[in-house]
Each structure stands twice: as structure tokens, then as C-alpha cells.
């Protein structure tokens, strides 16, 4: 009830739509196959529960028996899992698993390049909306794979007023204060504020979460000082893997980082069919 | 008619859902703010009609003037459109848009780098299936806009006899058989080789398009010779930006590269909010 | 995007489907009317808008002014609203119009009841999950224009860890230890307790929220002593409109009240339709 | 085919979404436990079987066992369902499978003390189209289990001619002429009457049912005698628990009570859970 | 809300799907153009506003001035409309608007065919279940335009009691009192009949409508002596325009003719364009 | 995930919906039946399988067991597939299963009709786009069970340049000259001629199907010759069972026959039931 069949429905009819017609012209009906999943390069496997259903979709009667979990790191040249099973239905849904897959490990395996550069440090990793259109559900599940939390999932489950937000509302501590008169009372209240001024401002107002927005690591240690315990602060804006370390050293809680979903690059898998 | 518009309405409740509870909570109704699209980067612009298209969809009364059109280069700190309309709509479609165009940029982009190195050769850029689930009608546009042209959309609607599909036929001669007489004589039949005995073969029984994968150079410029104009001839496999001239200059008439689509970075794109 | 026009188109196909016999056949084409929309007992109105909403999928040309807001007490016999449009248009959306904003206003006039009851304490009233199935957008939206506030709007969104899970994670601390390392920092977790020492065990591993789960008055008021403002108290459980006086007067935070959305009466509303 | 799987659907879908974070965070994967229906009152059952499909649909897996059929009369503490299944899936299934079980069962239960109230009177109790916006079908299937029938299921199977449609017609007689050239052979005609002139007019013109609509008792048993065994004779408007039994012992056919679904109270059910 | 215009997009969207490649390579953008609709044989036009619909559906600028009215009468040649609009939209919509126009041109003149055999008889000619999956609604819809009336559209809003329904109630009888108890008063029960002796059980049983079902035209005047006005008698099985006549002139009611939706032939229709 | 379960759920929804109340009164519940399915006439049979699967969809217990296969010339009396399952659902399948299969045996069986006239030539016979709104992908699988191939499914996935679209590039070599630039390279280019002039052109141009539309005999003949195996030569217009042996021996390549599903008539198919 998560979506993922409808995610998965739709990436198979967006590929197969009226019929694979290479594997009707050619292939003939009912021949049974082998198939294994390859990583090429080392990886944090993620989704294979979600390749393994692109299978089972398309026909019930496929086996799939994964060989790692999502979480595992696997190395190069790594059997991720082995099938068996119609040969039509194996070809037909190839491409959509391994996109969703290479996908997915991505995501987790930055994901994880990012958890390990702050080891040691209170920094939690988190992710941003700026996720692919229709598939933020898998690539928020990826994060949380590869060691990240999950910032909010949409606009509806979370409140960050920002910029605009405040002027509209005409100050920080008005734009808290209705933001808390209006949300459900399970949710922090985050703000994002660019000088020190403003996270005194947020402070005050009961801002539960603070976000600091393109700050400099200098910034961001005063801002630590001043905050202590009585709000969770955020860093966001100029993240990547070199200065995230730096940033983590600072003692903020969150690091909240853009590049895990919109610039993790799709992991190389192979799909290897053999005939009986 | 083609589906852009259920791609953006499924962004827009993937991301909005039950209300953005911060907008709602904090800014006042019928509030009017002007609004801008900036180029953080140098780029191919593309989407700028879908980024348009999501604030339609969210409110037709949105003002939405583009200065660009696509296929052009924009200079870093380019003004890609300039907006105005409802503050709460406004920021409600800032993510899905950005999300939408800045993926769309990446994919022109980096087909007109690929376009660039070929330049002057016989040889055209082509994509692949390997793109993101849901997406494809959006990132084969980018394609063309970036240069490149299409191969197939999916299964569907071009015939890639490959490796198995040869072997469950029994032979090259029997899988092009079986094609012409199943599939629209609409369509060329293009069959995947990997040796030039392959190649020959294919030739002999009739392939209108033989791919030639993972060769190397010296066996894909014997393969251009063997061929001449009696085939297209198409590589495919270990395509990057540092091989793709020397690729193009064995003769071949189609490059398609799997990386335009799956590894495209997303380009930086921003959107400012302004008071009146 | 927020889903209410799906709501509003499936409930117009439920009722009209392949059309709306009687006026198909009775009623001659474009005959335009005037209609009014009474309350036919004191109410608070909810829904104004979606009522207007769906005349308006059924024929943008129809006009509908709306003569209160959402949030006001309307007394007995108030209009609530003219239109003007095409009789068999006007005569198709009634219904549907009708019970949805029925339902509305049934649960927003109940929730104002319940907050008038706690005036003077600290203690907000807040819905629950036992909603309508497929309406709960628009019964949540309903207990906000009532003066309540929303809990979370579904397993998604919010941390409620029952007796089950509790007994599944193998306590409250551990309960509490594995949400806090899965969720989204944005959440407050929330937990349920039976029992003074529950309470304080749950305050001492960290619970945001804490549920007194059918306490009576006096466990109640020990909880509010025992907690101070480290944590926020909901009452759950035996809330009805002669009891949550005395509840809130123990000084909890939340009160939270399923009546609000499973037992609200449709208030009674008329729509009178006058040729002109 | 109905429809009911698709409100089932739906209803998930809006509770659980992108997960249930409790769930996830808190349960270990794989869990079996058991849980029991209980019904928390004496009522009408009905819904038992799409409880079932609730949690059929998320878990083909899950036993679900009814100890009622629907149209039984179960005691208060009477056990409804015994399942057994896994842990997380049965939780999520509970509020929405409650949600709709307890809403039939109210409808169920309202409706058999209407027909109490007329046993031994020709009256048969009939719904109307005041139903819950998406879950129609389920309400008066409920109907049906209490012991009432149905009217038609929206504006397309069935001819009621209102005030409405008369005046547009320019008159009864006029309006059934035009329904019966319009409408399938295997519809009966019913035209709503205020007065026992129109009653009269209404015979005339043939009409096969005939609504007094607000009519007093006086003026049905006029009715009545008028018209026989020539028409259906249906009462409508004002009908409640304290009227029905003097409306029908007036002799019309039809009693329609719209309280049957827009006023029914959820019936007070509860599933327990138990670890093994 | 009738779903006609879900027809037009999934019709649209079978048809474009990810685009029109040959207009978008070819056509100028934004080129105006002129059309016009020409009937090329003789016919009873229907469904000219489903055909303003589909061009309306890719773009509402289409101007569309219908020449005729669904009902009537073209000749050979006859101008059905006028359109002008964006040329590529014009070529996209024409095949979709065609192949539903010459659908339901070609229904509503067989109709009126079977209609005229019939004039002066007491006869009206009905549809039946056999129509074009996913099209219902627009030949039902049609047969109406031609002067035929509707039987039941589905399953769900008439009674029609066949062979194997009453060998699994053990009777007409039986089967009839079953129906009586459980469908809406609003609906008239009908039966299938083979004999006479069954057209008198069917009668005394109380049946409101009585198939007589492959009967001969002896048979049927028997019938028709026999039941006079009690009941309406409907001709099925065997009708044709060659027999249609004899079996009107029997006195039966109704005559249902499957041949109306499962064998009328496409009128043929040309789109004409035009450059200014 | 071609969408023919889309089609079949669809159909079943239009025609049961809300419920087959006859069957639901009359017939008592899991009462086991058989049934055959019998042509009537003799025939190609077409979508056993798609008729197995509307079943299925209703229930996945019914035994489905077929006698023919597709592609088999059925005698008049021929025995299709035999039965057994629930008698309310194979009552509520039946009228959609034979309206789905009657209608493609119709085209498989017109189809064989026109391949069989042009049998010994080198002429293939071809659908085109006048197929049913919604069942082109049914249509377009009968006509190859009838021994025909397809032509493009839709605009997306084939080129074929009309009068008009020539008129908008400004003529024939620069029309073809944009489609080349814009389309994939798997596809070939179609153009349309009326002339043996611009059969020419389009040669030169380089198109790799020419269209004959609306040609004489002897004006294919001429452009047989002028074309030999330089491109396919298309017959179009004015093709029916009577011409088509003389346009295939002109020498052309590919006869294409709308009337293959505009014009096909239903095939007269029975499913008898039987009680055990």
C-alpha cells in the first residue's frame, strides 16, 4: 500500500506498453531460464526487493532468490541474486528492475560515503525533497539503506518556513506562532535562518528545529554554542563530500544533503540470462 | 496527450498530498509575489515548458514568461522565466519544477557534450532505455533537444534482437526471420553482434541495423568497411565522453550511450521569491 | 492537488454515472435557474468551498457566492450561499454537494462544541484516525475551522507507539531507542501508557508525547505532576461532552476525540432551487 | 468488479502511504500474532467479509475467520473474528478495516430498528441517496443486511421526478410523457407529490410510484385509499424511530429514511492483539 | 461526469501516446489551419459532440461549428462541421474523432432503420448488452438518437431473470419472489420465456416484463392475446430487418435487437483540411 | 502489462458495477456449473485466451479449458473451450467475454478472408488505425491471428507522411528530410502519393515506404516498376474483398485494408450453461 506496485506498473507499461515484439516475433512461448543480477562495482545494495517484484508482477511463478540484503555492502563482481523462469517475462522486465536497482543502490551507496565521512561525530546525514518526480518513496527508502534519515517527506508531513515564509508572516516569531496554532502537535517546528541574529530570533520564538542555511563552519560553531540542547540545529547549503566533515566538527545534528538523491549516480548491475 | 501532464500532477501530490501545512500556517491568503528562474550553472536548456506547465497546473491564473527557449545555451546566472502569481502556489510548485527542469538541463546538457565531441563525423548520438522509471517521455525530449536522437521508446516500438533472443531462435538467420514476418514492416530490425563473423551473418539475412557491442575500435572500423551502405551500424558499449570521438571516427553511423540518461547530473538551477 | 477533486469527481461518478435519467429526460437544455443553500438548523460552517467546487467540475459556468466563511456560527434558517447556472447541472450536483458539506459542517460544529467545553484550560481538542474512508482530508480539515487540531493524519506522518509495539520491541525504552533511530527528526514520538509508572518510564526514555490511554481523572492529574513541561500530555480515551471538562481540568495538554469524526450528524442543510 | 476493493484500496492507501513509520521503526520484520474482533455493544453485523478483504488485501497470507455472518444480531462482547497473521501487516490493517466494519454495522443496525418499528405493516424501509461521498455501495449493502431495500443506487437507474423537473416539464403529466419515451422499458416512473391533487394528477398521467413527500398521516391515509393497489405509495421527509410505525400504518408501500446512512453512529468494535 | 470524456483520453492517449512523431518532425508549430467534416453516404448523425469533444480535449482554442444535430437526417455530402485550429492538433484528433463518429453514426442509423420497419406498430426497438466494450455509454446513447429506447445498461440497474437463474431458484415462481424481496422498488422484473405455458407462470408469478425468446411469430401472438395489458412483452433472438416487421405486428411491446451495437457497420466519414 | 487487463477489468466494471442484482437475488451463493462455449458459425478463432482471462480476472478458480487455439478455423459447431466454475460468476463474465471474443474472431476471420484472396502474390495484408477506440491493441493481435500484419500502432511509433503534412514542410524531399532528422533510426519513412510523379519524389528523397493512394490498377502497376525493391510500395483506398486480388497482382508490397476492423462483423458465439 506503499505505492511501489504502482511505481513498478507504471515503469513496466511505460516499457513494455503494447508488447515486447522482439520476444513475441522471436522467443518462443514457455522456454524456461536462468538468470543472475551482477554488481560490476562495489556497492550498498539497495531495492531488491524491488527488482524481485518487477519479476514477480509480471509473473507470479518467478523465482528470485537474493544473495545480499539491502544494507550489505557488496563487492565487485558480487552475485546479488539468481532467478528462473519464463524467458519473455525475464527479458521483458530486465531493464525496469535494473533501473530501479542501479537506481536505488546509488542513493545508498552515497548515502554511505556521506554517514562514513562524519563517523565519530553526533552529524546525522539526511535527505531533501529534491528527489526524482514519482519515485521519492524508493530514493527516501535508499537513504535510510545507505545509514541517512529521512528529512520530511513532502509538504504535508513537516513544516520548514523559510525565507519567504517569514517575510509573508512578517517576522520569525510570528510565523511560529501560527505555524504552532495551526500543526498537528507530533511535529517540530523547523526555520531556516542565515545569520546568528535569527537563530536567537528562532530561539526564542520555540523554533524546535534550526535550520542554518549556507552558513560558514565559523557560523555554524556559534551557533552551536548558543543553542546548546534547546533546539536541533540543521546545516544545509555547500555540502559534499569534502566539507561535510568540517561541517559535522561543528557539533550540528543534521546535515542535510541535496546531492544523495539528485546527483547519485546509477550503479552498474548486469543481468546474465543462460539457457538450461 | 502524451502523459507530461500526469507526470506533473503525480509530482505535485507525491510532494503536496493532503496541503503544504507550512504555507498554509503561516501565509496569508491571496497573497501575489513575483518570482524567478536563474541559471546557477552554464547549460542546454529543456523543460522550461514543464517547469511552465507545473504552476499552470497548479493555478492557470500564474504568469509564466520564459526567456529562453529550448535547445539554448544559457550562461551561468542566466534568467531562465520570470513568474508571478499566488505566494502559496508559488512555493508550492518551486520543488517539483526544479526538480523536473534541473534533471531535464542535465540530460540537454550532456547530450550536447556527447554531440560536440562527434562533431564532423558521420556519427549521430542516440539514448537508451536505461532511464528513469516514469520519466522517459521527459528525458527522450531532453535528448532530442540536447541533439541526440531516440532509439526506441521501449519494447514496443523498435525490434533489438540480442544475445538471447538468438540463442531461444537458434541462430541470427531464424531470429530475422521470425521478426520480418511478425513485426510492421514500418520497422528496420536491428540485431545485437559481437564478433564480425556476427556481423556478416546479420548482413547476409538481412539486418537493416546491426549493433555492434563492446567492440573495439579496430574491429568496429572493420565492420564499416564490411558493411558499407548496406546496414546502419550502431556501438554500443563503453560510450564515454573520452571515447566517443575515436568511436564516431571508425565510420559507425549511431553511438547510443546509456550515460545520458542514467548518469546525468542534475544542473543548478534556482528560483527566487520577491515580495512586491 | 491536495486530493479534494478526486473526492469530488469519484462522489459526482458514483451518483450521476452514465447520467442523470430523470433530468435527461424531463428537463429541456440550457434552462437556467437560480438556488439557494440554507441551514436549516445553527451550525458552524465547513465546506463552503468544496461545495462550491463542486458545481464547478460539474459546469465552471455556474456562478456560486458564498454569504459566510468557513469557521462561522450560522444560525438557524442563515443562507449559506446563491448560485446561479444550468438547471439540470445545478440539479445534478446538489446531492452530492449536499453530503459532503453536511458532513462538514456535522463535524465542525461538534468540534466547536468540544472546545467550547475546555474553554479556559490549557487543553486543545484533537481528531483521530477514525475517520471516513476516503474523507478523512476532508473531516481533518473540518476539526481545524472547528478549533481543534489535526493528530497526525496517518501512520505516515506521526509516531504512535501503542501496547503492541511496545510489546513487540520488548519495552518502552527499546520501543522509543528504535524510533528514534528511524524516523524523520522532524516527528515527535508519541507512546501509549496504561499506568503512572509507564508515564515515567516513557519520560525517562525520552517520549515526546506521552498518551494517558483510559486514565481516570485523578491518574491523570499525578501524570500532570509527575511530568511538568518535559513532555506533552494527550488524553485518549472515554472523551465525551460531559466528561472532557473534567479531563482538560487536569491540566493535560491534548485531549484526543474519535467522536469528533466517527459520530458527528450530517447537519441539516436545504438546497431550493426557484426558476427565475 | 463492485467496486469494493478499490475503496479498500484507497482507504489504505490514505492511512498507511508512504509507510507506517511506527511499524516500521518498531516491529521486527516477520512477526506472527493473533487478533481478535470484538463487538463492544449488541448490533447488526455487516461488513464482515470486506473486514476480511481489508487484511486479505494487504496479506493474502493473514487467516481471518468470521464467527457471524452479516444480518446476525451479536450480543455485546460477542467475538465477530478470529485472524492470525503478521504482526506489522494485521496493524495496519486495523483502523481501516474498524473504520468501514464499524460504519456498516451502524447503517445495519439503524436500519433493523426501523424495520422493527413497521413489522406487521405492509411498509418496507428504503434508503436514499444521502450516503456517505465513495462508500455508497457499501451503505446500502448494509441496508439490505439490516433488513430495509434499496432505492436507486444514483441518478442513473431510476426516475424520480421532483418539484424540480415538474416545473421545467411545464407540469405532471407533461414530465411522465417524457420520461416514459426516454427511459428503459425497465424502469418504473416515480414523481414526488405535495398535495393529494397532485397525488391524483400523478395517477393519471401514470405514474408507477408516487412519493408524498412531508405529507401528514391524515393526508397518506388519503392517499391510500385513493389511489390502491394502482401505484406504489412511498412516504419521505420526516421520518424518524418515533413516526415510522404511525407513517406506516397509514398503508403506503415505501418508507424512505434518509437517517439510515447520513445519521447512522459507528458501532463500538475493538481488535485485540496477542502476542503468541 | 458521464465518462465520455475518459473515453476521448484513453481513446487519445491509445492513439498519440508519447507523440505524434510524424507532425512533430514535419509541421511548423503553431500553424492555423481549416477542416471540414463531410459525410460520404447517407446517414442518421450521432455523436457530433463527442467529435467537438476530442479536438476540445487537445485543445480548447479549436473552434468546432456543427452544421447538423445528432437525430438528423444527412445526405450524401452533407457538411457535418467546421472546424479551425492548430494544425498538428487537428491531425492528431482526427482519427480519434472519426473512428467514434462513424461508430455512432453507424448505430444510430441502423436504428432508425429498424425503427421504420416498425412505424405504426406499437413496437419500440431496444438495445441490448452486446455493444463494444469500454463504448457503452456512447452507443446506448446512439441507439436513443436513431429512436430506439434502452434496455438495462449493465448488470446492475435491471432485472432479467434467464434460463439458468430459475433452474438455480427451482422455478419462475420461485426466481421472481427472490427478485421481488431483494431489488429496488424502483425496477420492473423481467423474465425469459421459451413457451407459452411459461409466458403463463411468468404472468401469474407476477412479472412485469416477459421475454418471449426465440419464439415464432405464432408463438408470440398466442402470448400477446394471453397477457394483454398485464404485462410488457419483448421480442428477442432472431431479428433482423427481414423479420422485424412480421414480429411487430404480433402486438409485442418491445423488440430487442443485438444486431443494433454488434453489427452496424461505420459510416464513412472524411476530414477534409485545408491550408488559409 | 499490455494493458489487457485494463481492458477486461474495464469492460466488467461497465457492465456489473455496482452488482448483478439479478443474480445476487436469485441465484444461491458457491453453486458450481458448467459451461461450453460453441460457435455458431464457422470461423478464425481469435482471443481464447483474452475470453479465459476475463474469467480468471471474476474468479481464479474457474476451470478454463480451451479446445481450439488461435489462428484454428473453427467449423460451425465447433466446441471453443469448456467450463465449470461459480454459476454467479460465470453468469455476470459472459456477456463481456463474448462481446470481447466475438468481435476478434470477427477480424481474424475477415482478415484470413483477404489474405486468402491474395494468396501466391507477394501482396501482405495490413490494418490500419480505424480500429475500435480502446481495443486497438485486441484488433491489431486479431488481424496477425488472421494472417495479416500490422502497420504502426499508433502516431507514436511509425512515420507516415499525409498530403497535409507535405503541404505544411513545403513539399515532399523536405518533409522527408525533417522526419529524418527527428525520428529514431529504427524507423522506416512512409509517405503518401497520389501520382506517379510524386512516387517519384518521394524515391529520390529517399522515403522507405511509398503509399499508392487511391491509385487505378494501372497506376500501381507503373509505380511497381518505376520503384522495384528500391523502397515498399503501399496500396491504399478504395480495397475490399472484390479488388484486392487485382491490386496484389499489381506487385505491391503491402495492401492495407481499413475495413478489417471497422467493418468486421461480430461472429456468432454461445455459452451455454449447464447445472451438473
Redesign the interface.
Known amino acids: ?3 511501489v506496485d504502482r ?1 513498478i ?20 512461448q514457455s ?1 524456461q ?1 536462468h538468470a543472475r543480477l551482477i554488481a560490476k562495482e562495489e556497492m550498498v545494495l539497495a531495492g531488491i526487493e524491488v527488482a524481485a517484484r518487477v519479476f514477480a ?2 509473473d507470479p511463478q518467478t523465482s528470485f532468490t537474493p544473495c545480499f540484503r539491502d544494507g550489505d555492502r557488496v563487492p565487485c563482481g558480487g552475485l546479488l541474486a539468481e532467478m528462473a523462469g519464463d ?1 519473455a517475462l525475464l ?2 522486465g530486465e ?2 528492475a ?3 536497482l ?2 536505488m543502490c546509488g542513493v545508498a551507496t552515497l548515502t554511505a560515503r556521506y554517514v562514513e565521512r562524519v563517523a565519530g561525530t553526533r552529524a ?1 546525514i ?1 535527505d531533501t ?9 524508493l530514493e ?1 527508502y535508499a537513504v ?1 539503506v545507505g545509514g541517512g ?14 525565507e ?2 517569514i ?3 512578517g517576522g520569525i516569531a510570528e ?1 511560529i506562532r ?2 504552532r ?8 517546528i ?1 526555520i531556516e535562518t542565515e545569520t546568528i541574529a535569527q537563530v536567537e530570533e528562532a530561539l526564542v520564538a520555540g523554533a524546535e ?1 534550526i535550520m542554518l542555511d549556507n552558513m560558514d563552519v565559523a557560523a555554524m560553531r556559534t551557533a552551536v554554542e548558543l543553542v546548546g540542547e534547546r533546539a ?1 540545529l ?1 546545516a544545509s547549503g555547500g555540502v559534499n563530500l569534502d566539507t561535510v566533515r568540517s561541517i559535522a566538527e561543528t557539533g550540528v ?2 546535515i542535510s544533503v541535496g546531492a544523495l538523491t ?2 547519485a ?2 550503479m552498474d548491475i548486469s543481468m546474465l ?1 543462460e ?1 538450461y
Do not use: C, W
Open positions: 500500500m506503499t505505492g511505481i506498473e507504471n515503469a513496466l507499461f511505460e516499457d513494455i506498453h503494447t508488447g515486447d515484439i522482439t520476444t513475441l516475433a522471436v522467443v518462443p522456454r531460464i508482477v509480471l524467458a527479458l521483458q531493464r525496469v535494473l533501473n530501479l542501479q537506481r546525522r539526511v525533497r529534491k528527489t526524482t518526480p514519482g519515485l521519492r518513496v527516501k535510510r534519515i529521512n528529512h520530511r517527506t513532502g509538504l504535508y508531513d513537516g513544516v520548514l518556513i523559510k519567504n515564509h517575510a509573508a508572516a510565523a501560527r505555524a496554532a495551526y500543526i498537528p502537535h507530533t511535529l517540530k523547523e528545529i536541533l540543521e545534528s543534521i539528485h546527483s549516480r546509477a540470462l539457457e
